[in-house]
Every structure is written in C-alpha cells, then in structure tokens.
T-cell receptor, first 114, second 114 residues
C-alpha cells in the first residue's frame, strides 16, 4: 500500500540555519503531497500542498518540490526561526474507491535554538 | 480560520467502560475523519465518514469502535468496551469533500484508560 518515509526523527538547529527535512513516498497513483506542522497541544495544520499539476509548494518561507523520479518531497527553509520549532509531517493523500485519507510519515521534531 | 472543536480535551476512564469522544466539524464540511496518536508516535488513520456512512476504516478501527453523526450534530467516536491500549490522543478532522482538499484537524482528545 501507499506509504511515507521520514528518516529524521529529530533535527536541532540554531536561528538563521538552513532547514532540510527528507521525505520519500510510495504510491501507485498520481500523488497529492502535503506538509503538515503540529505545534504542542495542537492538531496538525496544513503548511503546504503539491499536486502533479504544480510540483512546488511555498508557504511562510518553507518550500517543497515533488520529484517523481526520486519519489521525494523534501521540505526546505532558508533561515529558520525559534517559532518554527514544531513537529513536521510529510503526508500523502490517498484516494481509493470513493474514499480519501491522509497517510502521515513518522514526523520530524524540529527544535530551533535562539 | 476554520475550526474543528473536540470535546472533552481530556478523558480518564476505567478499562471496560464505554467512552464517547465528540467532534464539532467545520461548518459545511462533508467529510470527517478520526486519527489516533499514541504519545510521541505517528498519526494513524482510523476511519473516514461521508454522507452518513463509513467509507474506509483501518485495522486499528477495532470492532469495539463505532462512529456516527446523527442529524448533523456532533461526529462521535464511541469505544465500547475500552482497553488499556486505547490510551492515546484522538484527533477529529474534517474537509469540504474528498479529494485534494485541505483537511482541518481539532486539538485532540487525550484518552487515558486505567
């Protein structure tokens, strides 16, 4: 079945550092890919979305590009801030037989030190 | 922005008892979901619900689980009877429809079975 892999469980950076979080996916369909962010005590919220129609998503300084050849959807940000500390989930949208669900990766805890 | 409300935020219950988790989805949304997150672990899909019916459920959605949304009121997840392994945070979510739409999550209900 469809799946999402995030190998980095934790990332610790200093303010203004460059952020790169790996994500690879597996699906037999044309993917719809998302990055969701979860702050403490909150539910996940959409950060950005990419479909096969537009292979790059940009939001709040974060960007992710969908690469069909490598089946990757890495998240990047040029300069992180302390307020970016949160858990980041790479998410694959799966449609089958009239159903729709989100498949979450295992998440990457980002900690940004002041 | 749109809000999904979950009631209660915390629930402690004796093993074997019944519990109902309540969710007030975003107004006019048609597609509803429950996800389970054990502390520090992955967000895992339980079930989705559309037009009064379960569309898809995962292996985690045991026979003791049920969902309903009677007459447009709360979307509920009922567990009867509860087991120790049901302790987790349960997130309700909703989307305007199925497909490549943003899914909005609530803050979760932390269920502790003792």
């Amino acid at each position: 079945g469809d799946s999402v892999t995030q190998m980095q469980g934790q990332v610790t950076l200093s303010e203004d550092d460059f952020l790169f979080i790996n994500c690879t996916y597996s699906t037999t369909w044309y993917p719809t890919l998302f990055w969701y962010v979860q702050y403490p005590g909150e539910g996940p919220q959409l950060l950005l979305k990419v479909t096969t129609a537009n292979n790059k998503g940009i939001s709040r300084g974060f960007e992710a590009t969908y690469d069909k050849r490598t089946t990757s959807f890495h998240l990047q940000k040029a300069s992180v801030q302390e307020s970016d500390s949160a858990v980041y989930y790479c998410v694959l949208g799966e449609a089958s037989s009239g159903s729709w669900q989100l498949i979450f990766g295992s998440g990457t805890q980002l900690t940004v030190m002041p | 922005g749109p809000k999904v409300l979950q009631i209660p935020s915390h629930q402690i219950i004796d093993m074997g008892q019944m519990v109902t988790l309540n969710c007030d989805p975003v107004s006019n949304h048609l597609y509803f979901y429950w996800y389970k997150q054990i502390l520090g672990q992955q967000m895992e899909f339980l079930v989705n619900f559309y037009n009064g019916k379960v569309m898809e459920k995962s292996k985690l959605f045991k026979d003791q689980f049920s969902v309903e949304r009677p007459d447009g009121s709360y979307f509920t997840l009922k567990i009867q009877p509860t087991a120790l392994e049901d302790s987790a945070v349960y997130f309700c979510a909703s989307s305007p429809d199925r497909g490549e739409k943003e899914v909005f999550f609530g803050k979760g209900t932390r269920l502790t079975v003792v």
